[in-house]
């Protein structure tokens, strides 16, 4: 890890002193649990005016990848490195758990904090709390305004039966000033978060670029609209867990428009880039509240193209607007890629640098963005997941799947017709078509599931309905052998059970850092 003075060292290295660099503000925006169907440019019932507008204004990403579940995507997007190195790659971090993202990997707000930005966290943290070290605000963020764990409720803010909704800063000697904001209870969260995003921007100091990571809560299980969303989809939507989801994903919208006009109104937004994606396909299984990820196959926890490719757009009124961008993008990539954005700027010299990042997985796309260029990767690793004893690779067209990739239906929206039905999938392919709670399901031949080893083209194919692997064999040996070198820089999970010290009956009823170290 980088000590403060050597990166402030290698930013007057890059910058120069007396640098006309424009540093834009930078706005991440991360959505919870939202399917590839989810968002207005794929599904035309929702209804999100400000996402939308920013989407088909700006870049719509549209081969941008995450991680299948949350902690794994949060930590890849947090150090540009695979889930695998950190030991994450397994599951998600749950209450009480006394493990994280390590305290000596440098994240993305450290990076931003050293080259002049002012960094602030607003929603979900959900990297590991045993120790406050692992905390927001002992890792480059000046605030933190939210919640530790993976999930909660929106009304009364509590998981496993307690509390877990805070304000952190900085405090003195290195420990964290924390305020449990228990007056929040009762209140739809993202009126909060929206409300402390605004407030982050109409206090900030100018002479500074602002970063905003804004992860915020929705549309995570479990279900919780306030009523007038709903009301919005009267008569559209039918299905009752469906109308709830895209209700969430307005009141998702509604906070974003919120937050684009406190950028308007304290004149930041000319220059401002704003990035939304979520940090994995919807659920289709027994938690998912609605989401959909059609055409794309499985969803949330799997390998497939439904738990992995991510809806995703970047928008700057300082970038050419109203593109598709069909190259390959990983989560990982974000971390060099702002790091850059922040340290050269939207138009900056091409001959300048970011921050020294180490040995890291991203790269920087900031020229496939800005200027539309080819992406700077052809192959990313999905994961490697030893207790789970599966593994995945995408090179090229091409996608790997080694062991059981995750539960692969294709749930379309409960409005599919037989006509759409019968366009997508061949007579040979149908199996069944069901219905469960007025949602239809497709299930296509389970044979493939027994097999070791799977191989798709998934650009020809991203639906993922041919599997390929006995006609292709030297391209799964090629695959088979990347996987392998991937494979040996991967480290065990790290996952541990909960440690019972962390009862938040101990500390007045909220979770809350338990350990001097772990």
């Known amino acids: 890890m980088l000590s ?75 150090t540009g490195k695979y889930p695998s190195r950190l030991g994450l790659q397994h599951d998600t971090i749950n209450a009480g758990e006394p493990y994280g993202l390590m305290a000596d990997e440098t994240i993305i707000a450290n990076y931003m904090k050293q080259l002049g930005y002012d960094c602030h966290g607003v929603g979900k943290w959900h990297l590991g709390y045993c120790s406050w070290a692992l905390t927001p605000t002992q890792r480059g963020f000046d605030s933190f305004y939210g919640f530790y764990n993976g999930h909660e409720t929106y009304y009364d803010k509590t998981t496993h039966k307690f509390f877990d909704f805070r304000l952190d800063r900085p405090g003195e000697g290195g420990h964290v000033d924390e305020d449990v904001i228990w007056s929040a209870n009762g209140t739809y969260s993202a009126y909060l978060y929206a409300e402390r995003a605004a407030k982050v921007v109409s206090t900030h100091n100018q002479d500074k670029p602002l970063f905003l990571y804004f992860p915020i809560q929705n549309v995570h299980n479990p279900n919780q609209v306030p009523d007038k969303y709903l009301q919005m989809y009267e008569g559209i939507v039918q299905n009752v867990k469906r109308r709830t989801l895209l209700a969430m994903v307005t009141a ?173 999938f061949s007579e040979d392919q149908k199996v069944r078509a069901e219905y469960e709670n007025d949602h239809q399901y497709i299930f296509l031949d389970r044979s493939y599931d027994k097999l070791k080893v799977q191989l798709y083209n998934v650009e020809y194919d991203p639906a993922e309905t041919k599997e390929v692997s006995k006609q292709n064999k030297d391209i799964v040996q090629i695959l088979t052998d990347r996987l392998d070198y991937y494979k040996s820089r991967a480290v065990e999970p790290r996952n541990v059970p909960r440690d019972p010290a962390s009862d938040p009956t101990q500390f007045g009823g909220c979770w809350t850092p338990w350990l001097d170290s772990c």
């Open 252 to 424: 998702m919208d509604d906070a974003a428009e919120v937050v684009v006009s406190a950028l308007k109104q304290a004149g930041m937004w000319e220059n401002t880039v704003f990035i939304f994606f979520s940090d994995n396909g919807g659920p289709i299984e027994g938690i998912g509240n609605g989401q959909v990820n059609y055409p794309l196959r499985g969803g949330k926890y799997s390998y497939w193209e439904g738990g992995v490719r991510s809806a995703s757009f970047i928008y700057s009124p300082m970038l050419p607007g109203g593109q598709v961008n069909q190259e390959l993008l990983h989560v990982t990539d974000w971390l060099p890629t702002l790091t850059h954005l922040g340290a050269c700027g939207v138009h900056g010299d091409p001959g300048c640098q970011g921050p020294l990042l180490g040995d890291i997985d991203g790269v920087n796309q900031w020229s496939m963005i800005a200027k539309g260029a080819k992406s700077n990767r052809t192959e990313f690793l999905v994961n490697i997941d030893q207790k789970a004893n599966n593994a995945a690779i995408r090179m090229g067209p091409w996608k790997l799947y080694q062991g059981n990739p995750g539960k692969g239906d294709w749930p379309p929206p409960p409005r599919l017709n037989e006509k759409l039905y019968n366009k997508q």
């Open 4 to 78: 403060g003075l050597g990166v402030f060292i290698l930013v007057e290295m890059m910058l120069g002193l007396g640098s006309s660099v424009q540093q834009p503000n930078i706005v991440l925006m991360v959505a919870d649990d939202l399917g590839w169907a989810d968002v207005p440019w794929h599904d035309a019932l929702t209804i999100a005016p400000t996402l939308t507008g920013l989407a088909n204004s700006g870049i719509i990403l549209d081969r941008h990848y995450v991680q299948p579940i949350c902690s794994p995507t949060r930590s890849a997007l947090m």
